[in-house]
């Protein structure tokens, strides 16, 4: 003989149920009533919710890698960006130096210009006092 593990009364031998309070005696007085598609939609619940709680984890792992790479992404920009800027820095001060070395070409030039004329001046001159001197 044995007892109810509820109310103790006395019950046979590897009795399930308890005849005088209705309990289970086994695992099913956990579940009470409760029939097995009951028992199996709980558990699919618990699963699909460990499922759910396991993606959720995986997502957070994928969402911190992209977030490292966007990171990632965005100093590389900056990089490239203060890259850029130094480039263009040099371009414009290369672009003055330019300007500036057109305009010593230019005054060259102009210098040039007006010893030729002085020259070809100074060449006629000469032609003109060698007549003189010749016709004398
Ligand atoms: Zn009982």
């Known amino acids: 003989m044995t007892r109810c593990i509820i109310c103790k009364n006395e019950l046979k031998e590897k009795a399930i149920k308890c005849p ?9 007085r956990w579940t009470g009533d409760l029939n097995m598609l009951s028992v199996i939609t709980l558990i699919a619940t618990i699963i699909a919710i460990a499922a759910g709680y396991y993606q959720l984890s995986g997502m957070d792992t994928s969402l911190e890698q992209l977030k490292k790479t966007n990171r990632s992404l965005v100093q590389n920009n900056e990089n490239n960006s203060k890259e850029i800027q130094k480039l263009n820095d040099s371009l414009v001060e290369m672009n ?11 005054k060259l030039t102009k210098v ?9 001046n ?4 000469i032609k003109d006092l060698t007549t003189i001197i010749e016709s004398k």
């Open 20 to 28: 005088f309070c209705q309990s289970y005696q086994n695992w099913k």
């Open 96 to 106: 003055h130096e330019v300007k500036k070395r057109q305009i010593e070409a230019n």
């Open 112 to 120: 040039l210009q007006i010893q030729q004329e002085y020259i070809s």
């Open 122 to 125: 100074l060449e006629k001159n």
